[in-house]
């Protein structure tokens, strides 16, 4: 029985380990969101080294130095070589090359040594107990940001069809922007909005990134903006699906109106027959929905516009 329990330990370690490598090089979609996989991949980075770490000092350790010490620098600059390989091949597999993420190797040795080893006892208690618990405070550190996702991303699929209405400040991480986007609030008594800078550049603007997709089953976009200027402004909103993105993108194959902001409330509404059939080169895929951009162009001067509340009808 204790043989059993061991070769299912070491199966399931070496099969873990196995996708950590696969996770390195290959999007295996696994169901998860763009954002949240970005918000998972550093501490994804200090798990998967703290495993091979781990498997390491299972099967080899008689292979490694003796000495705790001398073992710790050892491993340390392993991950530091296995790391920059990972980085010089993940080019190669459509995967951007990001050497601050050898630190973040460095770190999950590091703490498989100090919490798995058993020659850490060499270092001082209290020594060893603070180390453990600044790299405990720095793993929760890592996963705050994938913990706020995720809460945001199952908050997004209770308040559907709503879009986003910034009732909470999390919903700042659905956009992205080539400006700094924050979440305002006493600009229009009792509302919280999404601020939004406007540049001078050829073009600039925001765009709801993460969002339910499958719109099918309504038959509106209800769209609600905020210009606290006195002049009016012209804006474009641009709606594509993933198809857009995994092909080569193309004017003729998203949606495009042009809307005029005037001094202060604005709503506007766009029907999802509309946005179906405005590519020129085929029908918007209505269940992949996956932008929705907001756009200004040569602006003769800086100006900002609120983004209120974005829902379905």
Not at 244 to 270: A, E, H
Request: net charge neutral.
């Amino acid at each position: 029985m204790l043989l059993q329990a061991s070769l299912y330990k070491a199966s399931l370690t070496i099969l873990l380990s196995i996708t950590c490598v696969l996770l390195m090089f290959v999007d295996m979609g696994m169901g998860v969101s763009e954002r949240l996989k970005e918000a998972l991949w550093s501490f994804g980075h200090v798990a998967a080294f703290a495993l091979w770490t781990y498997i390491l000092l299972l099967f080899a350790s008689h292979l490694l130095p003796r000495g705790f010490y001398t073992r710790l620098l050892f491993v340390v600059f392993l991950s530091l070589v296995v790391g920059v390989i990972i980085e010089v091949l993940q080019p190669f597999f459509n995967r951007s090359r990001q050497y601050e993420d050898l630190w973040l190797n460095c770190l999950g040795t590091l703490s498989a040594m100090l919490f798995i080893d058993p020659g850490r006892v060499v270092i001082p208690y209290a020594i060893l107990r603070s180390l453990q618990g600044l790299l405990f405070i720095i793993a929760v550190g890592l996963l705050s940001p994938a913990a706020a996702t995720m809460t945001d991303e199952i908050y997004a699929r209770y308040q559907f069809p709503v879009l986003t209405d910034f009732e909470l400040t999390s919903q700042a991480g659905r956009w992205a922007g080539d400006e700094i986007l924050t979440i305002a609030s006493g600009v229009v008594k009792g509302r919280q909005m999404l601020r939004v800078p406007l540049a001078t550049t050829s073009y600039t603007g925001p765009r709801l990134k993460y969002f339910p997709g499958d719109w099918r089953g309504y038959t509106m976009l209800w769209l609600r903006l905020y210009n606290p200027d006195d002049a009016v402004l012209a804006i474009t909103c641009i709606i594509h699906d993933s198809h857009y993105i995994l092909s080569q993108p193309d004017f003729r194959q998203r949606y495009q109106r042009d809307f005029v902001l005037q001094p202060g409330w604005n709503s506007f509404y766009i029907t999802l027959e509309a946005i179906e059939n405005g590519p020129q080169l085929r029908k918007m895929n209505m269940s992949q929905l996956n932008s929705i951009g907001f756009y200004a162009y040569n602006l003769p001067q800086e100006r900002i516009i609120y983004i209120d509340r974005i829902w379905l009808d």
